[in-house]
């Protein structure tokens, strides 16, 4: 069965230390994996995608993420968090064998100064 | 912004009514996704429409109803509403409805049921 898996509710992190955020998936096909970020009280936003190619992807707000087929996972990281990232994190992902998304139980991040 | 209305903002009912929740999709968008956010059970699809037809149904309970209209504009019916469907409803809205499409999601409609 499809599924993903953040196992982190909740980290705390120091303003200017790195950010890792794990997904684990499990997807029959092959996976389009999704991060997305929200805000208190916003909807979702997506940070970044992968579907293809180099593993390694890039998104906005200085996110990127990196793609492991043999790990089965799409982990988050930030070389430098900022206050302004302190939200809920969401990853997800679909498919192309139908219509399928699945989003992750989401990570909440503490930002402290 | 991003381009997806939801309305209302914020509805508060009670326990035994019926509510109606509108969603317009971005401009071109041809999906709508319709999902539930609670503190207990996280953010939960509901359905998914494609150019006015039903593609995909999730955890929808079947006091809950949804279409999509010729216009593209959607709206989800929950009926004999429970406590326990007090929770942050959301559409996002994708531009061919396939796995691979981002998705962009409206600001939310905050149900609350007493």
């Known amino acids: 069965a499809q599924s993903v898996t953040q196992p982190d509710i909740h980290i705390t992190v120091s303003e200017g230390a790195s950010l890792e955020l794990r997904c684990n998936y499990s997807?029959?096909?092959?996976?389009?994996l999704f991060w997305y970020v929200q805000s208190p009280g916003q909807g979702l936003q997506l940070l970044l995608k992968?579907?293809?190619?180099?593993?390694l992807v890039q998104g906005i707000k200085g996110f990127e993420a990196e793609f492991k087929r043999s790990q089965s996972s799409f982990n988050l990281r930030k070389p430098s968090v900022h206050w302004s990232d302190a939200a809920e994190y969401f990853c997800?992902?679909?498919?192309?064998?139908?219509?399928?998304?699945?989003f992750g139980t989401g990570t909440s991040l503490t930002v402290i100064p | 912004d991003s381009g997806v209305t939801q309305t209302p903002k914020h509805l508060i009912t009670a326990t035994g009514q019926r509510v109606t929740l509108r969603c317009s999709p971005r401009?071109?968008?041809?999906?709508v996704y319709w999902y539930q956010q609670s503190l207990d059970q996280g953010l939960q699809f509901l359905i998914q429409?494609?150019?006015?037809?039903?593609?995909a149904k999730g955890n929808i309970l079947e006091r809950f109803s949804a279409q999509q209209f010729p216009d593209l504009h959607s709206e989800l019916n929950l009926s004999s509403l429970e406590l326990g469907d007090s929770a942050l409803y959301f559409c996002?809205?994708?531009?061919?409805?396939?796995?691979?499409?981002?998705?962009?999601f409206g600001p939310g409609t905050r149900l609350t049921v007493l």
């Open positions: 996002a809205s994708s531009p061919y409805g396939s796995g691979a499409d981002t998705q962009y």
């Open positions: 429409y494609y150019n006015g037809e039903e593609r």
């Open positions: 401009s071109g968008d041809l999906s």
């Open positions: 997800a992902v679909g498919g192309n064998t139908g219509n399928q998304f699945y």
């Open positions: 992968y579907f293809s190619g180099d593993t």
């Open positions: 997807y029959g096909a092959t996976p389009y």
